[in-house]
């Protein structure tokens, strides 16, 4: 049995051409794919430099979070500032 037709029975709603074009999208969304101007790069990378890509996000916005967090410990808690840094922490 192919990997095109295993593939194709183990998810219906989903073709080939589907996965081709979705992995194409992402390739251009990667800033590191992206700088390289290669249309070369294989799928199984483009999807491990997503899936690093989302990991770095989440560490951004950790790390953001918590600078927030220190910031609203140097403010006075009433303060229009203080709002708003909690609405931006209450977000994620």
Do not use: F, W
Request: charged letters at 30%; hydrophobic letters at 35%.
């Amino acid at each position: 049995m192919s990997s095109r037709r295993s593939r194709q029975s183990s998810a219906p709603g989903i073709t080939d051409d589907q996965i081709i074009d979705l992995v194409s999208k992402l390739r251009h969304l990667l800033p590191e794919i992206r700088q390289r101007r290669s249309d070369k790069v294989s799928a199984s990378k483009v999807l491990q430099e997503t899936c690093n890509y989302i990991r770095n996000l989440h560490k951004e916005v950790d790390d953001l979070s918590e600078r927030l967090s220190q910031l609203l410990e140097t403010i006075d808690s009433d303060s229009p500032e203080a709002a708003i840094i909690r609405s931006l922490i209450m977000q994620y």
